[in-house]
């Protein structure tokens, strides 16, 4: 029993005592280069798609109104996401040594979040202007599913042996391999065959943002279903989680930042953002929006309340359908003659003879 004791804490002390990083970030079929943070960045995006369009369709969007969506926003984000990277880490692609050319390889890592949610909004918002969808009920949709698709995001980072903080004794404390300049997306291999690991342990950053975006989904998904957050307070409301984070981890963070005022850029960024998402979720105010397609001739939807939705579904009946209203001028019609009647049956012969004697007397009267 001591024995078995023994091995069990010695094995438990090994698993504990490090977290491994992988040697390889890049595969090849055949001539076709197979990167792992493309791979985790795709999955992400799946996740944050499949999830945002659940939430989307118990609100009226019809299914896989995402994807059409995510033509736009993604492309935009990705595009977003590297000019903020380049712009807040020139160094490495414009500073000395640096190769301006490396700031179009996405793959080999480096999408700054504020840059793709700056751009990938926009794209949203072309993609929902154009499908008639109201930008808010999708950005709320969305604030679940993008800390998802964001944590995935984040094992990118990992296998790129990127994004890790200082030393560390913890437990968990993440192993480094030094990668080769000349191998992309493989570690240096030492004289003995074996991958060079850097002295030491570092804190795992990229693990540490991963088990926060997982919160921020779960925090706002129980607020959300609890409060029912409309017109954009729950997207602002992941802004807020996700920011206050990311602000402390940006502390522990080892790697080439900019630095304002002796502290990182993106911490910064990061209060900057946080308080203009809490502006935005104080001042913001109103129900959720639900959706229905347009009446029939329209385009797009209608926005509609929770109610006048749930009416919509379980009986057809749009918010704008009461009683038929009166015909126009329907007082009148009913006073007019029958349209099968006569010009002479028009006026009896009693009101013709009170009009001539009407009109006598008013002549006497003008020759007087």
């Known amino acids: 029993m001591n024995l078995a004791a023994e091995l069990t804490q010695s094995l438990s002390s090994q698993v504990l005592a490090s977290i491994p990083s992988p040697s390889v970030a890049v595969w090849k079929v055949g001539p076709i280069p197979i990167r792992a943070y493309a791979l985790c960045i795709i999955v992400g995006i799946i996740a944050a798609a499949v999830i945002s369009d659940y939430r989307m369709r118990r609100r009226g969007a019809p299914r896989w109104a995402i994807l059409d969506i995510a033509v736009y926003a993604v492309p935009f984000g990705i595009i977003g996401g590297r000019i903020y990277h380049v712009i807040t880490s020139p160094e490495a692609y414009f500073g000395e040594g640096g190769e301006p050319i490396k700031a179009l390889y996405i793959w080999e890592g480096g999408l700054g979040i ?217 007082t009148e019609a009913d006073e007019s003659p029958d349209d099968t009647a006569s010009p002479d049956d028009a006026v009896s012969p009693d009101d013709a003879e009170q009009a001539k004697e009407q009109d006598a007397k008013q002549e006497e009267e003008q020759k007087g």
């Open 114 to 330: 504020w840059g793709a949610i700056a751009l990938g909004a926009l794209g949203a918002w072309l993609a929902c202007k154009q499908m008639g969808l109201p930008l808010p009920l999708v950005a709320d949709a969305m604030a679940v599913g993008l800390p998802v698709g964001q944590a995935i995001g984040r094992l990118g980072n990992w296998f790129n042996n990127e994004l890790y903080g200082g030393p560390t004794s913890a437990p968990w404390g993440l192993e480094v391999h030094k990668m080769d300049p000349n191998n992309q997306g493989h570690a240096l291999v030492g004289p003995d065959g074996k991958p060079v690991l850097l002295e030491g342990l570092y804190q795992p950053t990229f693990l540490y943002e991963l088990v926060w975006n997982l919160l921020v989904a779960v925090f706002v998904y129980l607020a959300d279903r609890r409060f029912k957050f409309g017109r954009g307070r729950a997207f602002a409301l992941y802004v807020m989680a996700y920011t206050a984070g990311r602000g402390v981890i940006e502390t522990i963070r080892t790697d080439e930042a900019n630095h304002f005022f002796g502290v990182r850029l993106n911490v910064w960024t990061s209060a900057v953002v946080f308080l203009a998402a809490l502006v935005f979720f104080l001042l913001r105010k109103g129900p959720q929006e639900f959706v229905i397609p347009a009446a029939e001739g329209g385009k797009g939807f209608q926005v509609v309340t929770e109610a006048e939705y749930d009416e919509f579904v379980a009986s057809g009946a749009r918010p704008d359908a009461g009683s038929p209203a009166d015909p126009p001028n329907a």
